[in-house]
């Protein structure tokens, strides 16, 4: 029974790791798919404005199903049971990337859009392992356990990036292509899923009657519940457009370097792994003694500041060495902005409320990679710049909101304790 439980757990990480990675490879060879002449999704007679366009509808499909399937998956595998959900999204996730590899391979972009579509109606894999593992650890190991997603998180995007830089070379090997980090996945994703079929087992089902909205109702209200914590308000909105501004940034990335640069995937990759490598290192820096030096708001106040920034500062350049400069301050601002808002929203909600504010977080999330694609294929048409400025005008908005909130928390606080 223990070696089973070591291999379902092993199985659940596997899954989670692949899957990351999956998302990761989108992101970066996404731009060279859409906008490369000679790429095998390559679209003659479209303008670089159409292509834009249509490489942010690509990359809004997936975020926008999995925004509808993931509350759906989860009340599932409440009432049917958690092997099950994990058994039909693994099959599906490595389903939808074998649609991929077709589609990249015959030259489909109709194809590759579907696939896109199913990856995110199959994408509850992230949810499902995490409370797999909970449900499979001991109170005293769980957090450990748990530890090793964030482990896990950063080690995927080092390693997606390399997956494109040497599963697409042909001087590697003459059969790669843009196809192959898809077909390797999506054999991945099925040697997972006998590993699940084979370790996994139900924790615990629910009867199906009377339950079939609940959870979609449940997601509607962490949302809009959340607005009922006014400590947590104001942190909360500053945070969701944060991530906004960031995902305007880290999804353009890949189409910019293409459309302004015209680097081909290989490039593309080593840019997205030199900012990952930087996010990696900032994340270890924040766990291991930032946070414990200097207080959360502070530091918030500070970052948020400079990535708006930096960002910014990419925009009256055309230089591709400012690159350099700024991605390491961007990759470690963020680290330290996310890091420093999880710690806060953990200590304003309170204990019974974790679960409240950290679900409205997702939700935020899965609208904001919805809906920020669409927008910036759009504007990027008129000028390729107008992501980084918008997302810089966002970063730098919601910076000076968390600023005049922190001067007035703090002056409160201050206040309650000259009244103590």
Same mark, same amino acid.
């Given at each position: 029974?223990?070696?089973?439980?070591?291999?379902?757990?092993?199985?659940?990480?596997?899954?989670?790791?692949?899957?990351?990675?999956?998302?990761?490879?989108?992101?970066?060879?996404? *731009?060279?798919?859409?906008?490369?002449?000679?790429?095998?999704?390559?679209?003659?007679?479209?303008?670089? +404005?159409?292509?834009?366009?249509?490489?942010?509808?690509?990359?809004?499909?997936?975020?926008?199903?999995?925004?509808?399937?993931?509350?759906?998956? *989860?009340?599932?595998? #409440?009432?049917?049971?958690?092997?099950?959900?994990?058994?039909?999204?693994?099959?599906?996730?490595?389903?939808?990337?074998?649609?991929?590899?077709?589609?990249?391979?015959?030259?489909?972009?109709?194809?590759?859009?579907?696939?896109?579509?199913?990856?995110?109606?199959?994408?509850?894999? @992230?949810?499902?392992?995490?409370?797999?593992?909970?449900?499979?650890?001991?109170?005293?190991?769980?957090?450990?356990?748990?530890? @090793?997603?964030?482990?896990?998180?950063?080690?995927?995007?080092?390693?997606?990036?390399?997956?494109?830089?040497?599963?697409?070379?042909?001087?590697?090997?003459?059969?790669? #292509?843009?196809?192959?980090?898809?077909?390797?996945?999506?054999?991945?994703?099925?040697?997972?899923?006998?590993?699940?079929?084979?370790?996994?087992? #139900?924790?615990?089902?629910?009867?199906?009657?009377?339950?079939?909205?609940?959870?979609?109702?449940?997601?509607?209200?962490?949302?809009?519940?959340?607005?009922?914590?006014?400590?947590?308000?104001?942190?909360?909105?500053?945070?969701?457009?944060?991530?906004?501004?960031?995902?305007?940034?880290?999804?353009?990335?890949?189409?910019?370097?293409?459309?302004?640069?015209?680097? #081909?995937?290989?490039?593309?990759?080593?840019?997205?792994?030199?900012?990952?490598?930087?996010?990696?290192?900032?994340?270890?820096?924040?766990?291991?003694?930032?946070?414990?030096?200097?207080?959360?708001?502070?530091?918030?106040?500070?970052?948020?500041?400079? +990535?708006?920034?930096? @960002?910014?500062?990419?925009?009256?350049?055309?230089?591709?060495?400012?690159?350099?400069?700024?991605?390491?301050?961007?990759?470690?601002?963020?680290? @330290?902005?996310?890091?420093?808002?999880?710690?806060?929203?953990?200590?304003?909600?309170?204990?019974?409320?974790?679960?409240?504010?950290?679900?409205?977080?997702?939700?935020?999330?899965?609208?904001?990679?919805?809906?920020?694609?669409?927008?910036?294929?759009?504007?990027?048409?008129?000028?390729?710049?107008?992501?980084?400025?918008?997302?810089?005008?966002?970063?730098?908005?919601?910076?000076?909101?968390?600023?005049?909130?922190?001067?007035?928390?703090?002056?409160?606080?201050?206040?309650?304790?000259?009244?103590?």
């Amino acid at each position: 029974m223990a070696v089973q439980r070591k291999v379902a757990i092993t199985a659940l990480y596997m899954i989670f790791f692949i899957d990351l990675i999956s998302l990761v490879i989108v992101i970066i060879i996404l *731009g060279p798919l859409m906008l490369q002449q000679d790429s095998p999704l390559a679209l003659p007679g479209f303008s670089t +404005q159409q292509r834009l366009v249509l490489a942010g509808a690509m990359y809004a499909a997936y975020p926008a199903t999995q925004l509808l399937s993931n509350p759906i998956l *989860g009340g599932l595998s #409440d009432w049917f049971g958690e092997r099950r959900i994990l058994l039909y999204s693994t099959f599906g996730s490595g389903l939808s990337l074998i649609l991929s590899a077709i589609a990249v391979s015959i030259g489909s972009i109709s194809l590759f859009f579907i696939s896109r579509l199913f990856a995110g109606l199959t994408s509850g894999n @992230i949810t499902v392992t995490q409370s797999g593992v909970a449900s499979l650890t001991t109170y005293k190991v769980r957090g450990r356990h748990m530890a @090793i997603f964030a482990t896990l998180r950063g080690l995927g995007w080092v390693l997606g990036p390399l997956f494109v830089i040497f599963l697409s070379d042909k001087q590697m090997v003459g059969l790669f #292509d843009l196809s192959t980090p898809f077909w390797v996945l999506a054999a991945l994703f099925f040697i997972a899923f006998v590993l699940v079929f084979a370790s996994v087992e #139900d924790t615990h089902t629910q009867p199906l009657e009377g339950k079939r909205h609940s959870h979609i109702r449940h997601a509607v209200a962490q949302l809009v519940g959340v607005f009922h914590l006014p400590s947590v308000v104001t942190p909360f909105l500053v945070g969701s457009f944060n991530r906004a501004g960031w995902t305007f940034w880290v999804l353009f990335l890949s189409p910019y370097l293409v459309a302004e640069f015209n680097l #081909d995937q290989h490039h593309v990759s080593e840019v997205y792994l030199y900012s990952s490598i930087w996010y990696l290192a900032s994340g270890l820096f924040c766990q291991g003694w930032l946070y414990r030096k200097v207080h959360t708001n502070l530091l918030l106040v500070i970052f948020l500041f400079v +990535q708006a920034v930096a @960002i910014g500062a990419l925009v009256p350049f055309s230089n591709p060495a400012i690159l350099w400069w700024v991605i390491p301050i961007v990759a470690a601002s963020q680290t @330290i902005v996310m890091t420093g808002f999880f710690m806060l929203y953990s200590g304003l909600a309170g204990p019974k409320n974790q679960g409240l504010i950290f679900g409205a977080w997702n939700a935020s999330l899965a609208a904001s990679g919805a809906s920020v694609p669409i927008i910036e294929g759009w504007v990027a048409g008129y000028w390729l710049k107008t992501p980084f400025i918008i997302a810089s005008v966002i970063l730098f908005g919601t910076a000076l909101y968390f600023l005049i909130w922190y001067i007035c928390h703090h002056k409160g606080f201050l206040e309650a304790r000259q009244k103590e």
